[in-house]
């Protein structure tokens, strides 16, 4: 049970240039998530997806695209890196169930560190 | 999504406790308080969760007073490795997905 993982774990991208990061998680989970975290700061939420076949925009969205695959596979591109677009990015998923006795958890990946040039 | 309040960063030494004060003054009534734990170049992990008063796990302990506005996570006798950031958020309960909003955290530093 390998939760949940990316590839690659590093990249450097020029200016211009696109790539695709990928995720998966063998949970079964119902929703998945992409972040980025910039150096000292909190998680910002790129784009999720509730479910499968679903996805929209979170906070910072602008320059992202993703792709909800199947229930396992979340991957998130970029069309044309930019530098600001240099962070962690952090894929996350969970089980989202309704329940009463608790909020959801998500579930994190280990990051993809990218750097444009 | 009500919005919390933590020290931006805390220092502590080997064998002490360490406790966390998180301010959410706008709680709602449906709102559970979550922490998460985030250790360098690692994605963030849940550690602990309440809705009122005392809970406890392997990990730590969360105390939440009466009126909910704040909540407590207490570290007992820390190791270098709880170095790490520690995020307080609020969020609804029986709403299956929800988005996660997290602030800057609290980093806290465990020194020999």
């Known amino acids: 049970n390998a939760g949940v993982t990316q590839t690659p774990k590093f990249q450097v991208l020029k200016t211009g240039q696109s790539m695709t990061l990928q995720c998966a998680q063998d949970?079964?989970?119902?929703?998945m998530y992409w972040y980025r975290q910039d150096p000292g700061m909190g998680l910002r939420l790129i784009y999720y997806?509730?479910?499968?076949?679903?996805?929209d925009k979170g906070e910072v969205p602008n320059g992202y695209n993703v792709s909800r695959l199947n229930k396992r596979e979340f991957s998130l591109r970029l069309e044309s890196a930019a530098p600001s677009q240099t962070s962690v990015y952090f894929c996350?998923?969970?089980?989202?169930?309704?329940?009463?006795?608790?909020?959801?958890?998500?579930?994190f990946g280990p990051g993809t560190r990218l750097t444009v040039l | 999504l009500a919005k919390t309040t933590q020290p931006i960063s805390m220092d502590s030494y080997e064998g002490q406790e360490v406790n966390i004060t998180c301010s959410h003054n706008n709680i709602a009534t449906n709102d559970y308080i979550t922490w998460y734990q985030q250790f360098p170049s690692q994605g963030p992990r849940f550690i602990i969760q309440g809705y009122k008063t005392k809970v406890t796990n392997e990990v730590a302990s969360l105390f939440i007073p009466a009126d909910r506005k704040s909540s407590t996570l207490s570290l007992p006798r820390v190791s270098l490795s709880d170095t790490a950031v520690y995020y307080c958020l609020v969020g609804p309960m029986n709403t299956g997905f929800q988005k996660l909003v997290f602030g800057t955290g609290t980093r806290l530093l465990v020194s020999p």
């Open positions: 949970m079964n989970h119902n929703s």
């Open positions: 997806s509730a479910s499968e076949g679903t996805t």
């Open positions: 996350a998923s969970s089980e989202a169930i309704l329940t009463l006795r608790r909020t959801d958890t998500q579930y």
